[in-house]
């Protein structure tokens, strides 16, 4: 059964800083993985999706890599600002179906 | 609206009340996905439409839960004799075949 885990569970940093976001998985046979955020009291929008033949992909201030041999993927945030306080899920697809399956996720607070 | 629409946004009832659940996805959207999200639990799928094809049923926790999918669109997720442990926003999302998914705003259901 895929496993997916999201390191830290939370996050408090400076507005302006770079930061990474961790996203591991147990089966690395995956069809594609997706960074989600979600705000509070909202549904997931998706940010980045990457698919299994890929390495990594770039939207803005976002850049996203995938590792698939060791069941790793990254989310890179570049000058993080206020705005991108919330909480980032990644999410992975395997298997018949597209169902994901989700991390815990990680809570991120950005102070001005 | 052009998203994936879910109603109610928020639902109170009894324990042992039964509850309906609907989405409406995007027009032209072939899949159909409910997920759960608990604070115990995170974000969990729990069914799966696509096209005429039987649904994946795989993620629905007891036999109180059901779902059905009418003329192609409209889904409505049934809760029988809810308990308490059924407390979660649910979560409905919609993709045209395996296509990245879209998500509605959710259900909060709250069991007294």
């Known amino acids: 059964k895929q496993e997916v885990t999201q390191i830290p569970a939370a996050l408090s940093v400076p507005e302006g800083e770079n930061l990474v976001l961790n996203c591991s998985f147990t089966d690395s046979a995956i069809y594609n993985l997706q960074w989600f955020r979600q705000d509070p009291g909202k549904g997931l929008t998706s940010l980045l999706l990457?698919?299994?033949?890929?390495r990594e992909q770039t939207s803005g201030r976002l850049n996203a890599s995938l590792d698939k041999s060791s069941g790793r993927s990254t989310l890179y945030i570049a000058a993080s600002q206020p705005g991108d306080s919330a909480t980032y899920l990644c999410a992975v697809v395997g298997g018949a179906g597209n169902m994901l399956t989700f991390g815990g996720g990680t809570r991120l607070m950005v102070k001005p | 609206g052009a998203g994936v629409s879910q109603s109610p946004s928020n639902k109170v009832t009894e324990k042992g009340k039964d509850v309906e659940l609907r989405c409406d996805p995007i027009s032209g959207h072939t899949a159909l996905y409910w997920y759960r999200q608990s604070l115990g639990q995170g974000l969990e799928f729990l069914i799966y439409f696509q096209g005429n094809s039987a649904p994946d049923k795989s993620g629905l926790p007891s036999d109180r839960f059901s779902a059905e999918r009418t003329g192609g669109s409209v889904s409505t997720l049934t809760i029988q004799r809810t308990q308490q442990e059924d407390s979660a926003v649910y979560l409905c999302a919609s993709s045209f075949y395996n296509q990245p998914q879209h998500f509605g705003d959710g259900t909060r259901l709250s069991i007294l």
């Open positions: 990457i698919q299994s033949s890929q």
